[in-house]
């Protein structure tokens, strides 16, 4: 069965539209404008019958704008595709939330407003731990694509994460730089005043030491201070090293790139999941990335005919090539239709039925293969279980390293 709904899958994406846009649901209604950083949350459209509710939250405006529109147009894809098949039907509606907890818990009221049973995000580590609390009160069944922060799933029974965790990530980072030889005198920067950027450097800094990584710098900075890296980037210089490690997100990294250019430093850099975006970044020298690695569950160049036919639909769509927050939006909204169509979930249910339903499901017998990953599985604590891989930027494209 699970190779049959596979290839009846992979031929419906072939055939995806080629319409673009930012639509907040699947209707084919013209996108309205994204509204401003600290806008309340644009109306819910109408819901229609014989569907079930999806909702989703991510920046589509502010600096994280990139992961959010990545999500939006994974998640839609999906979404259209699933429908095209003519069975269990989904409705999906996309809220803005401008990387702000705030924001983001107003956008979650106006989904479950609009009736949503299932909630496929939030997309960034701090709002999906503010969203998480209300998901858990309310029992509604949340997958974040790509919030990784521990935060997020400590403390509720009904949330879970398709994307690895920031441990997961600090430690598969280390391993990697100690496995492959990769630099003897490594240099850290991260955000002291994010959970996502601090977890990942906890869990890093100990595995490095564990794995005899030569650690000659830690620099930190904050929200209000990423803008000037200079005396950052001068210590790391003074110290020796000859590759940084940026736990950090996309923009923090590429003016890390652009100033460390400037100052004839010639390092090496490793990135995590964050820094997928940095390609895309509008005005961002993709040259000043060539070389750099990162962790990623997803590369476009992957030879499976799973992650090729979204590539091609994603492409053929929006006009560009995924990167892995939209990959793992993708397959948030194909878990859960697996989930509810192995167990029977109808659109008629509430949401709190629906909850216990794929909680049931995830911390069982359930498994997903997606583009993101093999033979996924959930623990009870929300945590998903599958393998990062190192992906190297050449020619201004992530290809797999090595």
Do not use: R
Request: aromatic fraction near 10%; include cysteine; hydrophobic fraction near 45%.
């Amino acid at each position: 069965m699970k190779k049959a709904l596979s290839l009846v899958l992979a031929l419906c994406m072939v055939f995806a539209l080629c319409a673009c846009g930012n639509s907040s649901s699947t209707s084919a209604a013209p996108a309205a404008a994204a509204p401003a950083a600290d806008a309340p949350a644009a109306a819910a459209p109408a819901a229609s019958a014989g569907a079930i509710k999806v909702g989703s939250i991510g920046p589509v405006t502010g600096p994280a704008a990139i992961y959010g529109q990545a999500v939006e147009n994974g998640a839609a894809l999906a979404v259209e595709e699933i429908n095209a098949l003519g069975g269990l039907q989904f409705e999906f509606n996309f809220q803005d939330d401008a990387h702000d907890a705030e924001t983001s818990v107003n956008a979650y009221g106006t989904l479950v407003d609009w009736g949503m049973q299932v909630l496929v995000g939030p997309t960034t580590t701090t709002p999906s731990a503010a969203v998480a609390a209300e998901a858990e009160a309310d029992e509604i069944f949340m997958l974040t694509p790509s919030a990784s922060g521990p935060s997020v799933v400590e403390g509720t029974s009904n949330v879970f994460q398709m994307c690895f965790s920031d441990p997961n990530q600090g430690i598969a980072s280390a391993d990697y730089i100690a496995a492959n030889n990769l630099s003897d005198a490594v240099a850290v920067i991260y955000n002291n005043g994010d959970a996502y950027s601090t977890g990942i450097y906890e869990k890093f800094n100990s595995e490095a030491a564990a794995k005899g990584i030569n650690v000659v710098y830690v620099g930190t900075f904050t929200d209000s201070s990423q803008t000037d890296f200079s005396t950052q980037i001068t210590a790391a210089q003074k110290a020796g090293a000859t590759m940084f490690f940026l736990p950090t997100y996309y923009t923090p990294i590429s003016l890390i790139m652009a100033q460390a250019k400037s100052m004839n430093y010639e390092v090496s850099y490793f990135g995590v999941d964050g820094m997928d975006g940095i390609l895309t970044l509008e005005g961002f020298d993709t040259s000043l990335a060539e070389g750099a690695y990162l962790l990623t569950p997803f590369s476009v160049d992957a030879p499976d005919a799973k992650t090729q036919n979204f590539v091609k639909a994603f492409e053929a769509k929006y006009g560009e090539t995924p990167n892995q927050f939209a990959a793992d939006a993708y397959d948030c909204v194909y878990a859960v239709y697996e989930a509810c169509v192995a167990n029977n979930v109808t659109a008629d249910m509430s949401s709190s039925e629906i909850c216990e339903i794929l909680v049931d499901a995830f911390t069982g017998s359930f498994s997903f293969t997606g583009v993101t990953g093999s033979n996924m599985t959930w623990s009870k604590g929300g945590e998903v279980s599958k393998d990062p891989m190192a992906v190297i930027i050449q020619n201004g494209e992530y290809v797999l390293a090595k």
